[in-house]
């Protein structure tokens, strides 16, 4: 099947520079989360900034659905109505005095009448959870604030693939876990979603697929666990392993686990030890509770108390506007990323959580847990909270 996005053998040299590309094939299905792994320098800036058209490959070519791009100003403009770019430093992409106006910018350009713009900034900054936000100046804003903005001009354009550079990289630890959740969201959607990262960590949980560059070129590429569990390959790139597969591939090679697929989480690698020392997974009577509410159709008030009465252990959001329910309940969160695995470990020990969160990740709530009961053999289901309020249209993305 043609890839969505690809490059054949692309090849470029900065002015004045050695070459940052030397011959780089890549290929981008649908709906995919990629990684492009690589130390600084390896040309990983520079082969995203091929795939919307803001550099042109000395040789070889960009095909999106196929076909190569062209580079006239309409070709362009189209391309990068498809092809969203997120600068690893939102002060390059953030160019209005005001939030709205800034995410305005996309859609404005694209010769969108005035209603419209205003439905889709209205989308996109309550999909990256910046309601309220509109008339602040961006460049007062937090670098986690800042980076949603920037995301949310991209997501006005409703491209079909994000591409974000780095988009951790100068971000604190929580802020850092809001952008990738966001990501997580975008692909549940069915969006195409390629990041660039020195993070081996980040890649090895979120990408479905990696791509491992250094000095211009290739070194490997396919499913994380494998390109990762190649020592040598990774300290070619000057990289270490990831630690949970690192820790993982040991225990395998000095016999005391078997070695299957690697596990991605501390959910799945202890229920793999356990299953080893035990034989099976043991049955539990006292398994905990997960209670699961809808930001969208809860009242703060139901959560706090239920909070409050100490019926829950631990308390998860996922998702930007269920942060902000939380924040603006002030509910405290003590688990903001991986809310769902984090969760079931606590009910494998007895402990009872409550996952806030909105929309379609309701249903991933449900789908995610089911699947772990069917695969462990342990009767886990989510609990849902009264809906006490109808669903708020207000607050509805439209993503697609
Ligand atoms: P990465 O994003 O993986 O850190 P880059 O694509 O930014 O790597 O850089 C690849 C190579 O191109 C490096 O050798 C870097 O020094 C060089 N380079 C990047 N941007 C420029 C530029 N604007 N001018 C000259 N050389 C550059
Ligand atoms: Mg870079």
Redesign the pocket.
């Known amino acids: 099947m043609t890839p969505l996005l690809e490059t054949d053998n692309v090849t470029y040299?900065?002015?004045?520079?050695?070459a940052?590309?030397a011959g780089v094939s890549i290929r981008i299905p649908a709906g995919s989360k990629t990684a492009?792994v690589?130390?600084?320098?390896?040309?990983?800036?520079?082969?995203?900034?091929m795939l919307n058209g803001m550099l042109r490959p000395a040789s070889g070519e960009v095909r999106l659905n196929g076909r190569p791009l062209a580079y006239d100003n309409r070709s362009l403009r189209d391309l990068r109505r498809q092809v969203g770019f997120v600068f690893q430093n939102p002060d390059v992409q953030i160019i209005a005095p005001t939030v709205e106006a800034d995410v305005a910018f996309g859609p404005v350009n694209l010769g969108l009448p005035p209603d419209a713009v205003r439905r889709v900034v209205r989308d996109a900054l309550g999909y990256v959870g910046l309601r309220g936000y509109e008339k602040r100046p961006p460049h007062h804003l937090s670098g986690g604030e800042k980076k949603r903005v920037a995301i949310a001009g991209i997501l006005a354009m409703e491209p079909a693939v994000l591409v974000f550079?780095?988009p951790t990289n100068t971000l604190d630890p929580a802020s850092s876990e809001e952008v990738m959740e966001l990501l997580d969201e975008l692909a549940s959607g069915g969006r195409t979603v390629l990041i660039?990262t020195?993070d081996v960590e980040l890649a090895y949980r979120w990408a479905d697929s990696v791509i491992l560059?250094e000095h211009?070129r290739v070194l490997a590429r396919g499913p994380p666990e494998e390109v990762f569990s190649d020592h040598a390959l990774l300290a070619a790139a000057r990289l270490k392993p990831p630690a949970l597969l690192d820790l993982y591939n040991e225990l395998g090679l000095r016999g005391i686990i078997d070695r299957g697929v690697p596990p991605k989480s501390v959910l799945e690698f202890t229920d793999r030890i356990e299953r080893m020392l035990h034989g099976h997974a043991p049955v539990r009577n006292g398994t905990g509770r997960i209670y699961l509410c809808n930001a969208d159709r809860t009242c703060g008030d139901e959560v706090r108390a239920l909070v409050e009465s100490g019926a829950v252990d631990h308390v998860g959001a996922m998702g930007t506007r269920a942060k902000e329910f939380a924040n603006r309940e002030r509910i405290l969160l003590d688990y903001t990323y991986g809310v769902i695995d984090k969760c079931i470990l606590k009910a494998l020990i007895g402990e009872n959580s409550l996952i806030i969160t909105t929309g379609g990740m309701i249903e991933h709530v449900h789908h995610r847990i089911g699947e772990y009961s069917a695969e462990s053999g342990r009767a886990l289901a989510a609990t849902a909270l009264h809906e006490s309020r109808g669903p708020v249209r207000d607050r509805e993305p439209v993503p697609e």
């Open positions: 040299a900065y002015p004045n520079g050695p940052a590309l492009l690589g130390p600084n320098g390896a040309g990983k800036s520079t082969l995203l900034l550079d780095e660039s020195h560059m211009g």
